[in-house]
């Protein structure tokens, strides 16, 4: 259990209150909270409760089965040699080097295209770690804050108008720190799909003579 | 000898087919790349799993098609085998012809 499964819980109350507060409330007409809200598309109450559900362990799991499927190419039984000589022989050993080389040779293959493949989605599990991480420091912080007491207490007293303001202010305040950790989020996630490489359909480019089924062949007795 | 070569390849080829099958399979869903979320991060968790199904559609393609090819590799064994045959039974008979006199086949 990582510091946001724990923190998660514990800080419902106050994002309620946070969310509550901008729904019913507003904030200042100039605080950047209006525009953090349009960018990210979400409340915190909302943006937290998300990325509390994000299991990145999930993810890891794709992405050992992946690796374990290229284990299983690179230790496939092709035969590279033949027993028998002649064309067909001859024919034989370069299409199954350039089956092997395909399948998981040392250049790009179908088993270092799943090593990629894995490699892709270890890097959104550690995506989902890093945003849960950096969101539980936040909202630790958050927790802890001046602005929450102040929130907090505007919330169970309703009917005293006069701590409204700074309420309010004490919402957007919290709110904008939340939304921040989204926004940072998403640019790290576009960097992680600019950096994706090798996922492609790899094709396929055997070297093979020609007319591979004419011509002589002898078994050779070993 | 020629059998178990083909044996070998048609592990090979097997081993591609079930990976055909079973990759899919490894897929964690959408939702496991916050694909189902709001805003901002929902749209990059689509995009992330998008992505990742495009990568995936490409391993199975990859799979099928090299499936294929190996086992065009046991054929072309099969085909070496069947001329080996063909050659053992043409000098089997010979060998017999001659033993008994009678003239070959031209």
Known sequence: ?222 | MLAGTVTAIHATADLLGEAERRLPAVDPGATAFGARGLGLLGEVGQDAYRHWQAAMNARVREARAHAARVRDLADLVDHAAGGFHEAQQSAGQAHRDLASGEPGVA
Not at chain 1, 27 to 40: E, F, I, Y
Not at chain 1, 66 to 82: I, N
Not at chain 1, 84 to 106: C, I, K, M, P
């Open chain 1, 1 to 222: 259990m990582d510091a946001l499964a724990q923190l998660a819980p514990v800080a419902a109350p106050l994002l309620r209150d946070v969310d509550t507060a901008l729904l019913t409330l507003g904030a200042p007409p100039t605080h950047p909270v209006w525009q953090a809200l349009g960018r990210v598309g979400a409340t915190p109450a909302d943006v937290v409760a998300f990325v509390a559900d994000l299991e990145p362990s999930r993810l890891r799991a794709a992405a050992e089965a992946l690796r374990a499927q290229a284990t299983a190419y690179e230790q496939a039984p092709l035969p590279l040699d033949a027993p028998w000589e002649g064309e067909t022989a001859r024919y034989y050993r370069a299409a199954a080097a350039s089956v092997h080389e395909h399948l998981a040779g040392d250049g790009p293959s179908l088993a270092s295209r799943l090593r990629a493949q894995a490699s892709y989605v270890d890097s959104w599990a550690e995506w989902q770690q890093a945003l849960r991480d950096s969101l539980a420091r936040v909202l630790a912080q958050a927790m802890t804050s001046s602005q929450a007491v102040i929130l907090r207490s505007q919330m169970v007293r309703p009917a005293e108008v006069d701590g409204l303001p700074a309420a309010v202010h004490a919402a957007a305040d919290i709110a904008v720190v939340l939304l921040g950790v989204a926004e940072d989020a998403a640019a790290a996630g576009r960097d992680v799909i600019q950096a994706a490489q090798g996922l492609d359909e790899l094709p396929y480019r055997p070297s093979l003579p020609s007319d591979p089924l004419t011509g002589s062949a002898t078994i050779r007795l070993d």
